[in-house]
Nanobody
């Protein structure tokens, strides 16, 4: 069983940075590919970034590539999203997710979701 809990959300000014964390209390974290998604008010949930189970492969949406970095620490059962150069359009609820491949995560085929954490970027 995978139980994902996000943390690190909050308010930040444009141009600032924020790091999100996603902790799994289960025992199978290292076997899953992991991803971050976000959902802004009135919009669909969108893919942000994904990482392979080993951490060797990553993928990003074009809107965050070069600004956000996804990483994981399998010893700590924790996923991270380092967000730099934040923009007001990055304002959303951010969700972590577990899946079976980067491609299926990009297609929003997710096995487990976290509850989300709000990030608000002010101009």
């Amino acid at each position: 069983q995978v139980q994902l809990v996000e943390s690190g959300g909050g308010s930040v000014q444009a141009g600032g940075s924020r790091r999100l964390s996603c902790a799994d209390s289960g025992r199978t974290f290292s076997s899953y590919y992991m991803g971050w998604f976000r959902q802004a008010p009135g919009k669909e949930r969108e893919f942000v970034a994904a990482i392979s189970s080993t951490g060797f492969s990553t993928d990003y949406s074009t809107s965050v590539k070069g600004r956000f970095t996804i990483s994981r620490d399998n010893a700590k059962n924790t996923l991270y999203l380092q967000m730099n150069s934040l923009k007001p359009e990055d304002t959303a609820v951010y969700y972590c997710a577990a899946g079976v491949s980067i491609l299926t995560l990009i297609r929003r085929s997710v096995n487990y979701w976290g509850q989300g954490t709000q990030v608000t970027v002010s101009s």
